[in-house]
């Protein structure tokens, strides 16, 4: 894959500061435009900080 999970990281880290508790509706907007615009490795990488967007956002 073209990206690590440092990059996924980083990019959930950023959309979490600036969008809040939009953060997952605008993770979820970039996962579907993305499967619209059928590129395999930005569905991959959007899903992926989705996932993780997840995980960080479940109490421990």
Same mark, same amino acid.
């Given at each position: 894959?073209?990206?690590?999970?440092?990059?996924? #990281?980083?990019?959930?880290? +950023? /959309?979490?500061?600036?969008?809040?508790?939009?953060? &997952?509706?605008?993770?979820?907007?970039?996962?579907?435009?993305?499967?619209? #615009?059928?590129?395999?490795? +930005? /569905?991959?990488?959007?899903?992926?900080?989705?996932? &993780?967007?997840?995980?960080?956002?479940?109490?421990?």
């Amino acid at each position: 894959m073209p990206f690590g999970g440092h990059n996924i #990281r980083n990019c959930v880290s +950023e /959309i979490k500061l600036r969008h809040g508790k939009q953060a &997952d509706f605008i993770v979820s907007r970039q996962v579907q435009w993305s499967r619209d #615009r059928g590129n395999d490795e +930005e /569905i991959a990488f959007w899903n992926a900080v989705l996932t &993780d967007l997840h995980r960080t956002a479940s109490p421990h």
